[in-house]
């Protein structure tokens, strides 16, 4: 992959490589932006790549061609932003990585950090190498939720791959988190959403961070609009979530960012599954599967969808 980057910016074919760098400590990645051949070798691919970096692919490609180093799960992303219009397939070149599973970082509550050497994929989860020695914590302790129910052997969308398909064995329904909320009768899910958004603080890194999440300027930031004030309280939570529910719908791809980044640990991938079930109950088709499709939800057919005002 280092080695692909670095030619893709040699021959100038790309302006710019986003990827994965060493974070701050070795349990830790960051995004980074390559834009000279000789950096190419600080790029890393390990369990820590955990961000999704689509979200960086919008203003990069207004520079120019970028390459993009992807998991299977993010590379939806992208067929969500070219069905969307946001990137022209032929500005991106798509470096899809085999992945195994991402760490999630609760695993190592045991673990002393400041020992921590190294983070692997090892065959039955992910080995943590200290000074003490190496310490394997088993697949589902050690991976993100979202990897427990992957279905993605490889990238729906690549240039280039990197690694062997991955034979995948969900250990989970994707649909597990809302099992229990599907059952509740209608007031009790209210009283469960109404007690999760009092917590929320809206400093809108779950919006930050998401790669459907692209308008220019957010309805909640607008001087003049008075459903989402600027105080915190539970109504205006309260809108602010379901009206970013519904202009995600159909475009989210369940990468869990949103959740991930989520200081207050708000149970935002409920909201968004409960969303994907729906569109693909209605519609038929998940986020993030189909390039050729139009929008999900930014389609009007009139043949099949009769305007009753215009009878
Ligand atoms: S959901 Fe799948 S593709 Fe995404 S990080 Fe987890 S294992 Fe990798
Ligand atoms: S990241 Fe969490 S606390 Fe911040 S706005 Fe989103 S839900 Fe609220
Ligand atoms: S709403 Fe959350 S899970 Fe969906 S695409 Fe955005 S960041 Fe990813």
Redesign the pocket.
């Known amino acids: 992959m280092r080695q692909k980057a670095k030619e893709l910016l040699e021959s100038g074919e790309v302006k710019v490589v986003i990827g994965y760098g060493q974070g701050s400590a070795p349990f830790k990645s960051t995004p980074i932006f390559i834009e000279k051949p000789e950096d190419a070798h600080k790029l890393i691919w390990n369990p820590t790549c ?1 961000n999704n970096l689509t979200v960086y692919l919008r203003d990069a490609c207004r520079q120019g061609k970028a390459a993009i180093v992807v ?4 590379a939806r992303s992208i067929i969500e932003l070219i069905r969307e219009n946001q990137i022209e397939r032929d500005d991106v070149v798509i470096l899809a990585m085999s ?4 760490l999630n970082l609760d695993a190592l509550a045991e673990i002393d950090l400041a020992d921590v050497k190294s983070v692997e994929w090892h065959q039955s989860g992910i080995a943590i190498k200290t000074n003490a020695g190496e310490t394997i914590i088993p697949s589902e302790k050690a ?2 939720s ?2 427990l129910s ?1 279905e ?1 052997a490889e990238s729906p969308i690549a240039d280039k791959k990197f690694g062997e398909p ?1 034979e995948r064995h969900p250990i989970r329904s994707k649909y597990a988190d809302i099992e229990e909320l599907e059952k509740m009768l209608p007031k009790e899910r209210r009283a469960y959403w109404a007690r999760q958004f009092a917590r929320c603080i809206r400093c809108y890194a779950c919006r930050s961070v998401c790669p459907g999440c692209y308008c220019k300027e957010c309805f909640t930031d607008k001087p003049c609009q008075l459903w989402v004030l600027r105080s915190t309280d539970v109504e205006s939570n309260w809108f602010f979530h379901f009206s970013r529910a519904m202009h995600t719908a159909g475009r989210c791809i369940a ?1 869990g960012e949103c959740e991930r980044v989520c200081p207050m640990g708000i149970p935002l991938m409920r909201l968004n599954q409960k969303m994907r079930k729906e569109v693909r109950e209605m519609f038929g088709e998940e986020a993030g599967t189909n390039p050729e499709a139009p929008p999900t939800l930014g389609t009007f057919d009139l043949k099949n969808d009769p305007d009753p005002c215009s009878e």
């Open positions: 955990v998991k299977p799960c993010d992945c195994p599973g991402v991976f993100a979202k990897c992957c993605l991955i990468c």
